[in-house]
Nanobody, 121 residues
Framework: QVQLVESGGGLVQAGGSLRLSCAAS????????MGWFRQAPGKEREFVGA????????RYADSVKGRFIISRDNAKNTVYLQMNSLKSEDTAVYYC??????????????WGQGTQVTVSS
């Protein structure tokens, strides 16, 4: 079992930056690929990006490529989502998830509770 807790969300102006953290507890965090998803009001949950278990590989949705960076620190059992050049359309609840690097949310076994990110224009 893996428990995931996101933090770092908040209100930011367009063009600003935020860094989200996802702290994991439980066994074998360092063996899991991790993903970030987001869900805006009235919309389906969408893939943001993912990182391999080692951190050596990352992939991103086209909508965030070049603006968001995913990293991880396995010694701290934490994965990060650095969000730069934020836009109003980035407003959503952001979730981290474990045990896959797919863009399909159904392939992830574990989910955090989410953290709200609001970008004001």
């Amino acid at each position: 079992q893996v428990q995931l807790v996101e933090s770092g969300g908040g209100l930011v102006q367009a063009g600003g930056s935020l860094r989200l953290s996802c702290a994991a507890s439980g066994r074998s965090f360092s063996s899991y690929a991790m993903g970030w998803f987001r869900q805006a009001p009235g919309k389906e949950r969408e893939f943001v990006g993912a990182i391999s278990w080692s951190g050596g590989r990352t992939r991103y949705a086209d909508s965030v490529k070049g603006r968001f960076i995913i990293s991880r620190d396995n010694a701290k059992n934490t994965v990060y989502l650095q969000m730069n050049s934020l836009k109003s359309e980035d407003t959503a609840v952001y979730y981290c998830a474990a045990d896959s690097s797919s863009n399909e949310s159904g392939l992830y076994s574990y989910w955090g509770q989410g953290t709200q990110v609001t970008v004001s224009s």
